[in-house]
């Protein structure tokens, strides 16, 4: 099963990949923060099971960009989000063999702070412990006696 921790993970390898020079922060907003640098958080998640052992799962995920200088702000929050807007408009690469298209980009500056969001959509096969390591019946002989 896909965990949370590793979409974050390649979200965050993604930015730190395309914005090398901005540091991401992992305390609490609220905490403070230096600038210029990144927050990451994920928003409005639900998962839904469904029979056959499937899950489906949507996020919201957003990146907050604090810029060098709380005054001078355009002009560095339109170079990052343009970076941001290349780097997740197209395929993102959770773990090997599991790929997530990013979708509903959206950028918001709220005062002087840049909010790039995008949603992201999963829908999964849950494994199953004792199904994986179970012998698969390969034939199947069937004798049916008439009445």
Do not use: C, H
Not at 2 to 20: F, G, M, S, Y
Not at 39 to 57: H, M, P
């Amino acid at each position: 099963m896909l965990t949370l921790k590793e979409i974050v993970r390649a979200i965050n390898d993604k930015v730190e990949e395309v914005l090398p020079n901005i540091p991401i922060q992992s305390k609490n907003i609220s905490d403070g923060y230096a600038r210029p640098s990144l927050f990451i958080d994920l928003d409005n998640l639900t998962t839904s099971d469904y029979i056959g052992g499937k899950r489906e799962r949507r996020l919201q995920v957003i990146i907050y960009f604090f810029p060098k200088d709380r005054t001078k702000t355009k002009m560095e929050i339109l170079e990052v989000q343009e970076i941001l807007e290349q780097a997740f408009s197209d395929q993102l690469m959770i773990k090997e063999g599991f790929a997530v298209y990013p979708f509903e980009l959206n950028s918001v500056k709220v005062d002087g702070i840049l909010q790039f969001s995008f949603e992201i959509y999963t829908l999964e096969t849950k494994e199953n412990d004792q199904e994986s390591n179970a012998d698969y019946m390969l034939e199947l002989d069937v004798s049916i006696k008439g009445e």
